[in-house]
């Protein structure tokens, strides 16, 4: 692990840091606010998945989250959204697909699989190292997500009950597998047969029997996504059929940006320490 750099903010640590990752076959950047409890003892980690356009930097930058982080003893890890180099096959006038877009899935097509491998990168491979390099706690985490970021979060937290205390989205991407911004990606990683999307997809696995304690969700009504891309009605509907306790905040006149995350940020991550035990 290379250390980018790093900065003192709310009395923790806030840093940039990079690895060789064999399973993306790359190397991987990645940032970690580390609060000042952390010179006590391990601390609970909370997984923030960015959406499509991103890298690890956006949330960093503008998600406003160290200074509740730090009151509450967080580590905050904002991991990037996909795989990055020259060798990486991608489309560069694709924003929905490729580097920016890896969707948090494992790719089963080629050439797409031997990069595009971010499920199997944030369950085994990323988490081994956070342990390895950080004072973090991992028998205390939780994850959360904005849009592509929020599905990744949704999917991982219903295949992973055990791992995730909690779960929370922003404008979530519910069902990929019928989105416009999403099936043309979901084909090219992982083919034309559908019944295979199902397991990165938060609808389809609840209507598969997954299950997951509780969620969280805040969607702006204002967002330009809403009624084509985000549908959080779909997993309202599916969760409602499964008794899966769900919360979902419509927030009036806010739309798909930073502004919208960071106004209820502190309440997300007040939400996933009270299920943390912090």
């Not at 982080?69 to 060798?87: F, N, Y």
């Not at 989105?179 to 083919?191: H, I, N, R, V």
């Amino acid at each position: 692990m290379k250390t980018i750099s790093t900065a003192k903010s709310h009395g923790g640590i806030q840093g940039v840091y990079s690895h060789t990752s064999e399973t993306c076959r790359c190397d991987m950047t990645f940032a970690v606010f580390v609060p000042p409890q952390a010179k006590d003892g391990p601390c609970p980690v909370l997984w923030y998945l960015s959406g499509l356009t991103c890298t690890h930097a956006n949330a960093m930058e503008k998600a406003e989250y160290r200074r509740k982080a730090a009151e509450l003893g967080l580590i905050v890890v904002c991991p990037d959204t996909s795989p990055r180099g020259e060798h990486v096959p991608d489309e560069a006038d694709n924003w929905q697909f490729g580097a920016g877009a890896g969707f948090y899935l494992d790719a089963t097509e080629a050439p797409y699989d031997q990069n595009y491998r971010m499920y199997s990168y944030l369950m085994e491979e990323l988490p081994a190292l956070i342990g390895k390099e950080f004072p973090a706690d991992l028998s205390r985490q939780s994850i959360f997500g904005h849009s592509m970021g929020g599905h990744g979060a949704l999917t991982m937290a219903l295949k992973n009950p055990g791992r995730f205390k909690s779960c929370s989205a922003f404008a979530p991407i519910v069902e990929p597998s019928t989105a416009g911004w999403s099936k043309g990606a979901f084909e090219k990683y992982l083919g034309t047969d559908k019944t295979r999307w199902r397991q990165y997809d938060a609808c389809a696995l609840v209507e598969d029997g997954h299950r997951f304690d509780e969620f969280l969700i805040d969607q702006g009504t204002a967002d330009g996504f809403l009624d084509e891309g985000l549908r959080p009605w779909l997993f309202e509907e599916a969760c409602r059929k499964a008794d899966i306790p769900l919360t979902l905040n419509m927030r009036e006149g806010y739309d798909h940006s930073y502004f919208f995350m960071s106004s209820f940020m502190e309440d997300h991550l007040a939400w996933h320490a009270a299920r943390l035990g912090v």
